[in-house]
């Protein structure tokens, strides 16, 4: 088995929360007329307005509804979160002019955008809920990352540990302390990135034909795991041993990642849209 020489020592063990990086990524529409009081650009504008607040309206009842039974303090505080939601758009997908008969001149666009929800509100949440309670699959999907010890030292080997609340596909990322990114999983042995909800998995494990092995040189480093219960986006990567070498931008891991596969598939509002969830572990080497 090849090693590969990761250079890590963790100086906390992180589990990313209820509230941390969360997020629901939908297609959205919005439509908006000119009449006698609006410009071409007032509305274009007002249509992306329209079709921002329709992804938000949507995650928002799709969560109400989601968590009704369960939990009804916790469903308040989840709905609260999400009304109070900032809205990222990923991708225009359509945009066009049309003729209504009745209207006049209109406009639509499509987009998928990342409804975020309020962090203060997730939060809020999160310090209510209990641990069996976080691990309901009925609520937004929350996936923990942590390791085996809370520090490292030269030589000692790291193990990473996944659970998510629900199934989920997931990638994880390790950036050393030069800015270079290491795709772990999914990779050239392992390409399954699909996992159960309620589940502990391991990296390395299976398949997998690297360790991770503290050697210098030392430096604060991050194990980045992005998660949605849908395919994600694809980055561009090379193979370099048993992992892959992350040739797409630093910044734009988390954006291009975000690129879900959507299917049309689905009722309702949960049609058209992916919950999403991001953790982080900061690592630190020592001698």
């Known amino acids: 088995m090849r090693k590969i020489l990761l250079f890590v020592a963790i100086s906390i063990i992180l589990a990313a929360p209820l509230y941390a990086a ?18 071409r650009k007032q509305t274009e504008t007002a249509a992306f307005t329209d079709a921002k607040r329709n992804a938000v309206e949507a995650v928002k009842t799709y969560v109400s509804s989601a968590t009704e039974v369960k939990d009804f ?12 939601a900032t809205v990222s758009v990923i991708e225009t997908m359509e945009k066009s002019w049309y003729k209504d008969p009745a209207m ?3 406009y639509k666009i499509k987009l998928k955008a990342e409804v975020i929800p309020d962090e203060k509100a997730m939060k ?12 309901d699959p009925s609520l937004p999907l929350a996936v ?3 390791t085996d010890k809370a520090s490292y030292h030269a ?4 193990k990473i540990y996944l659970k998510g609340n629900k199934p989920f596909f997931a990638r994880v990322i390790y950036r050393d302390a030069a800015k270079n990114s290491l795709q772990l999983l999914p990779n050239p042995y392992r390409q399954d990135n699909y996992f159960q909800g309620g589940v502990i998995y391991e990296i390395p494990s299976g398949n997998d034909k690297f360790e991770l092995e503290v050697n210098p040189p030392f430096g604060e480093e991050n194990i980045m795991v992005y ?3 849908s395919e994600l986006g694809d980055l561009n990567l090379k193979e ?35 919950e999403f969830s991001e953790g982080k572990v900061v690592v630190k080497t020592k001698k």
Do not use: H, P
Request: some cysteine; charged content about 30%; proline content about 0%.
């Open 22 to 39: 969360q997020s629901t990524i939908k297609i959205a529409e919005g439509f908006a007329c000119m009449g006698d009081d609006k410009s």
């Open 73 to 84: 303090e916790l469903q308040k505080d989840l709905v609260s979160a999400y009304a109070n």
């Open 104 to 106: 006049g001149d209109c």
């Open 124 to 135: 809020k949440a999160n310090e209510k809920a209990s641990d069996a309670v976080l691990d």
């Open 144 to 146: 923990k990352v942590w």
């Open 155 to 158: 030589g000692e080997k790291i």
């Open 227 to 229: 998660a949605s219960v």
């Open 240 to 274: 370099e041993g048993n992992v892959y070498a992350v040739k797409t931008k630093s910044r734009d891991i988390g954006i291009k990642t975000r690129g879900v596969k959507i299917t049309t598939g689905g009722q309702g509002n949960a049609a058209q849209s992916a």
